[in-house]
């Protein structure tokens, strides 16, 4: 089993805010696939913390999770549910937002650092390792603080190009789940993503 864990904050005032992208991702894909999704006491010998929800694929084997913790704190489920998928951090990837990115500009890496993201920094000290594969989406810089500039919502003249990225994003998620090599992964969406932007 391979899980995806797109990040975010919970509740409808942070609904489609730059930070909230990556549970956009997952939220595309679930309604691509026909998939809903439920709480935690939806999986079956599931044990461990229970702030999240998701929507399980039998076909690709997977699992879409989406933290309820808020942010900074998104890493505080992620090992047991790698424990109860019985799978390692390599077969994880987290979807989230990238203020060094421009709007809807894609880029996937199988390791690093956090790039000062609190929620991808959260699920790498608790997993104690940086393999972990990660597929930022580009919010843009801010004209204002980063504070402020995540918690906004996408201007009208960016909705299109965003949309279109979400969608993009969601299709790259879902090669991997059935494939699940990397390298062919990035040279596969990369050579797409750098002709142009996300169309």
Not at 56 to 74: G, H, I, W
Not at 121 to 139: A, F, H, K, N, P
Not at 145 to 154: G, K, M, P, Q, T
Request: hydrophobic residues 40%; negative net charge; charged residues 25%.
């Amino acid at each position: 089993m391979r899980l995806v864990v797109g990040l975010g904050n919970p509740g409808p005032e942070y609904e489609s805010t730059r930070h909230n992208v990556g549970f956009d991702v997952v939220d595309f894909l679930a309604r691509r696939e026909g998939l809903l999704f439920e709480p935690a006491n939806s999986l079956e010998r599931y044990d461990g913390p229970p702030a999240f929800l998701c929507a399980r694929s039998f076909e690709p084997d997977a699992l879409l999770v989406k933290p309820t913790t808020f942010m900074n704190r998104s890493g505080t489920i992620v090992p047991s549910l790698l424990t109860w998928a019985g799978a390692a951090p390599a077969e994880l990837m987290v979807v989230f937002d990238d203020l060094d990115l421009p709007p809807a500009k894609l880029r996937l890496r199988s390791h690093g650092g956090a790039g000062g993201h609190n929620g991808l920094q959260s699920i790498l000290e608790t997993l104690g390792t940086d393999r972990v594969l990660r597929l930022r989406v580009g919010i843009g810089r801010p004209r204002t603080d980063a504070a402020r500039h995540v918690l906004e919502r996408f201007a009208p003249e960016e909705r299109e190009a965003i949309d279109g990225a979400v969608a993009e994003a969601a299709e790259a998620v879902f090669a991997w789940l059935r494939a699940g090599d990397i390298d062919r992964l990035m040279s596969r969406f990369h050579s797409r993503w750098n002709q142009g932007p996300a169309q």
